[in-house]
């Protein structure tokens, strides 16, 4: 028998083993979602919209039931995120359960929905399941079996046992402990099968769902007999009822075990009574869907910092904004139905990848055009002054971060008199900035600080502009434009310190470029989008067409905006067709390879006026 024990598992220290294995789950299951979605013939904006809000349910979930009571009010109170990252898979499915009840039938979906997700659920906790023992969170009892396994020095289950007194000083390992990891593992990867195998099985709609959480709260009450109550992050005390104790959670795991099983059995014993019902696909509801994707953005602005790490926002943004470009040309289409075209991502990508042809440029056809996106930066501020007669001298730095969501909607037509186009459009942007303050000593260098440590300010911005461009014969051309900025733009520090913070409420938008754009232009401007935002930002830059006047674009060179000591930054930009969908990506990036940079990331769809 191969044994365990003799593999010695490495410390998780300055790796990222539960990270990297988090992402590959979501990323596993996802495509296992979308492929079953493609199968059933799900439209794929409404399957994106669900797959996306009971994402973020299911990781919002995870965590909120793993807070400690003694953490609440201060979550309740100021929005203060615990700093603990504790999760439980138990509470991901009690807000997946609440996310799909919600939203199942406005999106128009049948309860057979919750039976694609058990499968490919399973599938995301294996992979899930390695990153936890590679990681040694959810460790077991120590054991004398030969099954056991060990960690090395500088783990979680060797710092636990070192502050017990269970180690002598400088052990190089772990004392053996049950791997209940792969237990969950082995549990999770069987009741997949036992889901396969009876994929032909007439059942009625949510019977499998119902059958696979019974499952795997029946394996999880059996585990915890093994597992270690330290590595239990909710219900981790013990109970003793009669001659029985167990961990709390063990008994509540309990009943709601028999509650899923037995309605899982009661479901397939009335299917002989009755005829089945099948399953229908939703039809394409654009504008509900909007509606929904809107919930969810706002949703994920109003939580607190921390509640949700940089892999897990993108997880959940990144199909967002696929919906929210798809979905908005159906709308402006009338809202009409569209073709499904439920292609699992991975493979739509490779083949947008291989289209990407440049569609042929004319400024003879007008298109209305629309623009989500979302824009994040930091910069800081390092105000100083007084030391005269009159008043003593002072300086204080302000620590900015900020972030927003948005987009524009704009309506281009060509020019009558002369070779070019004329554009009118208006943005629109919200989101928060926080701005800590910190008293520094003059004449000393400049310490930084964390901007979240300080308060949090919204952001909101509307942007009516115009823009205009016109190409003379041989190519050469210029352009500008203008605009306004109102709202809550951004949050600064003055040289008035007595005043504290200054709102920006308007601020110009302007642009000016000069050349032949097929081959190389130059272009100034400031505020341009959603620039004129919690950092309003000037650029200088050069730029080509790589051979088109319209349809593609790159631009490079300095952006100057606030900070200290230097107002600049490098910045490339660029505006790519995605073959011949109608989709333009549109990122940018600016940074001085310090504390101050700006990324924004935009989708524009475009759609001609005489379609």
């Known amino acids: 028998?191969?044994?365990?024990?003799?593999?010695?598992?490495?410390?998780?220290?300055?790796?990222?083993?539960?990270?990297?294995?988090?992402?590959?789950?979501?990323?596993?299951?996802?495509?296992?979602?979308?492929?079953?979605?493609?199968?059933?013939?799900?439209?794929?904006?409404?399957?994106?919209?669900?797959?996306?809000?009971?994402?973020?349910?299911?990781?919002?979930?995870?965590?909120?039931?793993?807070?400690?009571?003694?953490?609440?009010?201060?979550?309740?109170?100021?929005?203060?995120?615990?700093?603990?990252?504790?999760?439980?898979?138990?509470?991901?499915?009690?807000?997946?359960?609440?996310?799909?009840?919600?939203?199942?039938?406005?999106?128009?979906?049948?309860?057979?929905?919750?039976?694609?997700?058990?499968?490919?659920?399973?599938?995301g906790l294996v992979v899930q399941c390695v990153g936890c023992l590679l990681t040694g969170?959810?460790?077991?009892?120590?054991?004398?079996?030969?099954?056991?396994?060990?960690?090395?020095?500088?783990?979680?289950?060797?710092?636990?046992?070192?502050?017990?007194?269970?180690?002598?000083?400088?052990?190089?390992?772990?004392?053996?402990?049950?791997?209940?990891?792969?237990?969950?593992?082995?549990?999770?990867?069987?009741?997949?099968?036992?889901?396969?195998?009876?994929?032909?099985?007439?059942?009625?709609?949510?019977?499998?769902?119902?059958?696979?959480?019974?499952?795997?709260?029946?394996?999880?009450?059996?585990?915890?007999?093994?597992?270690?109550?330290?590595?239990?992050?909710?219900?981790?005390?013990?109970?003793?009822?009669?001659?029985?104790?167990?961990?709390?959670?063990?008994w509540v795991l309990l009943p709601y075990a028999a509650l899923l099983l037995g309605a899982w059995g009661l479901l397939v014993y009335r299917a002989r009574l009755m005829a089945l019902i099948p399953d229908v696909p939703p039809t394409n509801q654009p504008v509900r869907n909007l509606l929904v994707v809107v919930a969810v953005l706002v949703c994920t602005l109003l939580l607190p910092v921390g509640a949700l790490t940089s892999p897990e926002v993108v997880v959940v943004k990144a199909a967002l904004l696929v919906v929210v470009v798809l979905a908005t040309g159906s709308v402006l289409h009338g809202a009409v139905t569209t073709r499904r075209i439920g292609l699992p991502l991975t493979a739509a990508s490779v083949v947008l990848l291989f289209t990407n042809q440049v569609p042929a440029d004319s400024t003879e056809t007008p298109y209305f055009s629309f623009t989500p996106g979302f824009i994040n930066g930091t910069y800081d501020q390092d105000i100083d002054g007084g030391g005269g007669c009159s008043s003593p001298a002072y300086r204080v730095g302000y620590y900015h971060q900020y972030q927003a969501v948005g987009g524009d909607f704009a309506y281009t037509r060509p020019s009558k008199r002369k070779a070019g186009r004329v554009s009118y459009g208006v943005g629109v942007w919200g989101g928060r900035e926080y701005v800590n303050a910190q008293q520094l000593t003059p004449g000393r260098p400049f310490l930084t600080a964390n901007p979240k440590d300080g308060q949090r300010f919204s952001l909101f911005d509307i942007n009516p502009h115009i823009q205009r461009d016109r190409i003379r014969a041989g190519g050469f051309g210029y352009g500008f434009r203008v605009g306004l900025h109102v709202g809550n733009l951004a949050h600064v520090g003055r040289y008035d310190v007595s005043r504290g913070l200054d709102k920006i409420n308007v601020v110009p938008e302007g642009a000016l470029w000069l050349g032949v754009r097929r081959i190389l232009f130059a272009q100034a401007d400031y505020g341009a989008g959603p620039l004129g935002l919690g950092n309003p930002t000037g650029r200088i830059a050069l730029g080509s067409g790589l051979g088109s006047t319209w349809s593609r674009q790159v631009l490079a060179g300095v952006a100057l905006s606030e900070y200290t000591p230097d107002v600049s930054m490098g910045f490339v930009s660029a505006s790519v067709p995605v073959g011949?969908?109608?989709?333009?990506?549109?990122?940018?990036?600016?940074?001085?390879?310090?504390?101050?940079?700006?990324?924004a990331v935009r989708l524009q769809y475009r759609l001609s006026k005489e379609r």
């Open 1 to 123: 028998m191969f044994l365990l024990s003799t593999l010695l598992l490495p410390s998780a220290e300055g790796h990222q083993y539960y990270t990297v294995c988090y992402v590959l789950a979501f990323g596993v299951q996802l495509a296992l979602l979308l492929r079953a979605g493609y199968q059933r013939g799900y439209p794929l904006q409404t399957w994106l919209v669900l797959l996306a809000a009971s994402t973020l349910a299911f990781i919002v979930g995870t965590k909120l039931v793993a807070i400690p009571a003694h953490e609440w009010p201060a979550l309740l109170q100021h929005g203060q995120w615990p700093t603990t990252t504790a999760r439980s898979v138990l509470g991901g499915g009690v807000g997946f359960a609440v996310a799909l009840v919600l939203l199942r039938r406005w999106l128009g979906f049948s309860w057979h929905v919750a039976d694609v997700f058990a499968g490919p659920f399973c599938a």
């Open 137 to 250: 969170c959810c460790f077991g009892e120590v054991t004398d079996g030969s099954w056991g396994v060990t960690y090395a020095a500088g783990s979680i289950p060797y710092l636990f046992q070192q502050q017990q007194g269970l180690l002598a000083p400088g052990a190089p390992h772990s004392l053996a402990l049950h791997p209940t990891q792969l237990y969950t593992l082995v549990l999770c990867a069987g009741v997949g099968l036992v889901l396969w195998l009876t994929r032909h099985r007439a059942w009625p709609a949510g019977s499998r769902a119902l059958l696979q959480a019974g499952l795997l709260v029946v394996g999880r009450l059996l585990i915890d007999f093994w597992r270690d109550p330290a590595s239990e992050p909710v219900g981790a005390g013990i109970v003793r009822l009669g001659s029985i104790s167990m961990l709390e959670l063990q």
């Open 580 to 599: 011949h969908t109608g989709l333009w990506v549109e990122p940018y990036g600016a940074t001085n390879f310090g504390r101050h940079h700006q990324v």
